[in-house]
Each structure stands twice: as C-alpha cells, then as structure tokens.
C-alpha cells in the first residue's frame, strides 16, 4: 500500500527527487515533505531486498548510520559505509549501485526518473 501511495505522490508535478542538495535551514522545511518520506521508505525497502541482507544486518547498518549522523548532515555514501560495516554490502558494490541507480546514463535511471 505505502508503495502506491509513493507511485501516485510521485507522479504529480511538484514531486522531486529523494537526493537533493540542501544549501540552508530553511530548505530543509520546503523539501522534506510526503514525497520525501513514502519514497525513501519504499528506497530503504527495496534497498534490504536488493542486498538480501538479515533484517538484523540491515538494522544494524541503519543504526550506525542513525547513531553517527543525529546531529550532523550525511550523504549517500555515508549510508553505504555504514552499511558496509555490517558485511552486507562491500562499498565497492555499494559505489556500483549508486552509479547504476542514479547515474543520468542508465536505463534503470530513466525508468526510475524521479526516485534518485
């Protein structure tokens, strides 16, 4: 159900990428909405089936992340390295993935427009 739901947020004209550069606070309020939400949980979801990680693994991984990063800004590639602390992912599997999922030359990319 949460993956219509993202799938009909999606569609619409104001939707936007998960990624997006953020240059001051008050971004932050004008992006984070429903979008940014439904879609990095349906991210995440796919994430863990894509590894085919124990859910234990994946939440470890997660926690580092959560644990490293609450009172900081992080980026994707700090995801992938507390990821890779678990054993689930290699980063260099990781770096190959990001460069699949969102890489503006991919067919995956165009399929996928709006979700990197």
């Avoid at 949460?2 to 009909?8: F, G």
């Avoid at 678990?86 to 995956?108: F, K, N, Q, W, Y």
Wanted: hydrophobic share 40%.
């Amino acid at each position: 159900l949460k993956y219509t739901e993202a799938l009909l947020l999606d569609e619409l004209k104001s939707s936007h990428p998960i990624e997006v550069e953020v240059n001051n606070a008050q971004e932050v309020e004008e992006i984070l909405d429903a979008v940014s939400y439904q879609k990095g949980s349906c991210v995440i979801r796919m994430l863990h089936d894509y590894m085919g990680a124990s859910v234990s693994l994946f939440q470890a991984g997660l926690k580092v992340y959560f644990e490293k990063f609450k009172y900081s800004n992080a980026r994707t590639e700090d995801l992938w390295a507390a990821l890779e602390t678990t054993g689930i992912v290699p980063m260099d599997e990781a770096d190959r993935l990001s460069r699949v999922l969102c890489s503006s030359h991919s067919h995956t990319r165009r399929k996928l427009q709006h979700w990197c």
